[in-house]
């Protein structure tokens, strides 16, 4: 055949496939993680993961390179507050819900953001959707059975994703490795005392430190370079059309790995949240916020 009449694999196909695994990744590093709960704790779990991705960043981007003012060091300092505490409410929350609902409702967080920047009034369409969605999931609305501590330390990390955003917005003005770095260290820290509290030395059998690396490398390292190759070929928007597809892959990684079967109504919420992602990010006018993408 000439090479005129060959069928050549269309160029978003890898950016796209990128993007897919690195999804794929992230959730199957939260299942995996929600099984050493047992053993070491959702705290403890949580600071393994954060201490180790800090760890494996700090190696790539080696931030000491460029000194830092006291006004950069604050943003990075918030910015990796918030993302501490992320991780940490959520890894609580994991341990109370299933994980297709629980990303579902997180994703409240960068949903709120992209609403309080939209000027559109169709945007009131997604808002709706949104709420709908994430009414369906609460224990208030429906008869089944999210456990209601687990749905507001959820709803806490929601809060810390939409803060995470607008801090690391600020925080990666001034180098975008040295500020991921920095912030992975400055979560490592605030998470560390709840996982020592929780687990204790447990944290250092050599088998629990060997799974928490896992974690690490499957729910932040791989999927943030998975995700580096997919921003390169694709959009911003085209980005966070399919970053919207995130509780759907985790429902399933969900249901796949740990048996976690949810009820048709809370699919329906899913599906309701991720049309709400995808409206609002197909339509907005300005590129969505890498921070809220590249939640690490």
């Known amino acids: ?71 950069e060091a604050g943003w990075i300092a918030l910015y990796g507050a918030a993302l501490g505490l992320m991780n940490l409410l959520f890894y609580l929350a994991l341990a109370r819900l299933p994980l297709g609902p629980a990303v579902a409702i997180e994703f409240a967080g960068p949903l ?50 939409a803060l995470y955003i607008l801090f690391g917005q600020r925080a990666g003005r001034v180098d975008g490795g040295q500020a991921v770095s920095l912030g992975m260290l400055t979560a490592a820290l605030v998470v560390a005392p709840f996982g020592v509290a929780q687990a204790g030395t447990g ?44 509780p759907a892959v985790a429902a399933c990684a969900g249901l796949m790995v740990l048996d976690e079967r949810i009820s048709v109504v809370q699919w329906l919420a899913i599906g309701l949240v991720i049309a709400a992602s995808v409206g609002i990010t197909a339509g907005s006018r300005r590129p969505a916020p890498g921070a809220a993408i590249l939640k690490t």
């Open 203 to 246: 944290l250092l059998a050599p088998g629990i430190l060997i799974a928490g690396l896992a974690v690490a490398v499957m729910s932040s390292a791989l999927p943030y370079s998975l995700e580096m190759v997919a921003l390169r070929r694709l959009d911003r928007k085209s980005f966070g059309v399919l970053m919207s597809l995130e």
């Open 1 to 71: 055949m000439s090479p005129l009449g060959r069928v050549r694999p269309s160029p978003i196909l890898m950016p796209v496939a990128a993007l897919v695994a690195g999804m794929v990744s992230l959730q199957s590093g939260a299942t995996f993680a929600k099984s050493l709960f047992p053993a070491v704790g959702a705290a403890g779990t949580s600071s393994l993961r954060v201490g180790f991705s800090a760890l494996i960043l700090i190696a790539v981007w080696r931030p000491w390179r460029r000194s830092l003012n006291l006004r």
């Open 112 to 161: 709120a953001v992209a609403l309080i920047a939209s000027r559109r009034a169709s945007d009131f369409l997604w808002i709706g959707l949104a709420v709908l969605g994430l009414m369906l999931l609460l224990p208030i609305a429906t008869t089944d059975g999210l456990d209601p501590v687990g749905v507001a330390l959820d709803l806490g990390a929601a809060l810390c994703w």
